[in-house]
């Protein structure tokens, strides 16, 4: 993959984060369009379910965040979940959204 500028940079780095501190299945981080960025994990109780970029959104969102600019997600899978882009695509229609493994390096950048 091509070298990430600084701030997509930033929301990789803070999705894994989120992830390795509980351990869960997936982290992720949005940057919203003033910048400031959310990050969570998955989130699997008996009640509910929610991925971690739906997580890291419903942040974002609850916060006042009108827009994104960009996603990261830190999965062990081979795709990005649907719920997620569409999460995603809710808030922006063209922002990235990077998919990167557990080490962080990014494998795929979803437009």
Known sequence: MAELEPEDE????????????????EGAAVRDTDG???????????????T???AAIAA???SGAEGLEA???????????GASV???RDLAVAAPI????????????VQ
């Open 86 to 88: 569409q999460a995603v």
């Open 71 to 81: 996603a990261a997600v830190v999965t062990d899978r081979p795709l990005v979940d």
């Open 60 to 62: 974002a969102v609850s």
């Open 36 to 50: 400031r960025t959310y990050a969570a994990t998955t989130v699997e109780l008996p009640s509910f379910q929610v």
């Open 98 to 109: 990077f998919r990167a493994d557990l080490s962080g390096d990014v494998q795929e950048v």
């Open 52 to 54: 971690a970029l739906q």
């Open 10 to 25: 930033k929301i990789v780095v803070l999705a894994r984060s989120a992830r390795a501190r509980t351990q869960a299945a």
